[in-house]
């Protein structure tokens, strides 16, 4: 079992900036995605950002060139540096872990835990 333990989430100004940390514990194997979505209210839940074990990354159009996603996998940790928030940023932020049992990721088998979300809010 792995649990997902969020912090950073809160209130700043349009054009500030946020950090997110999520620490998972609990065995997660070398094939591993580490990721963040976020819901907004009415809306779905959507992909932010994710890296790999290996540290390839992937981002939303929406975030490219103002969030940056990273990981410290002697922690088990990944983090989301966002910056140049926007008020459409508003969300309840999730961190996701998909552990592949493979060498493959997402490959069958593999396991997918959530956080708690945390609340971010952009004020105009």
């Known amino acids: 079992q792995v649990q997902l333990v969020e912090s950073g989430g809160g209130l700043v100004q349009d054009g500030g900036s946020l950090r997110l940390s999520c620490a998972a514990s609990?065995?997660?194997?070398?094939?591993?995605?580490m990721g963040w979505y976020r819901q907004a209210p009415g809306k779905q839940r959507e992909l932010v950002a994710s890296?790999?074990?290996?540290?390839?990354?992937n981002y939303a159009d929406s975030v490219k060139g103002r969030f940056t996603i990273s990981r410290d996998n002697a922690k088990n940790t990944v983090y989301l540096q966002m910056n140049s928030l926007k008020p459409e940023d508003t969300a309840v932020y999730y961190c996701?872990?998909?552990?592949?049992?493979?060498?493959?990721?997402?490959?069958?088998?593999?396991?997918?835990?959530w956080g708690q979300g945390t609340q971010v809010t952009v004020s105009s």
């Open positions: 609990g065995s997660l194997s070398s094939v591993n995605v």
């Open positions: 890296i790999t074990s290996g540290g390839s990354t």
């Open positions: 996701n872990v998909n552990i592949a049992p493979g060498a493959i990721y997402y490959g069958p088998g593999s396991r997918e835990y």
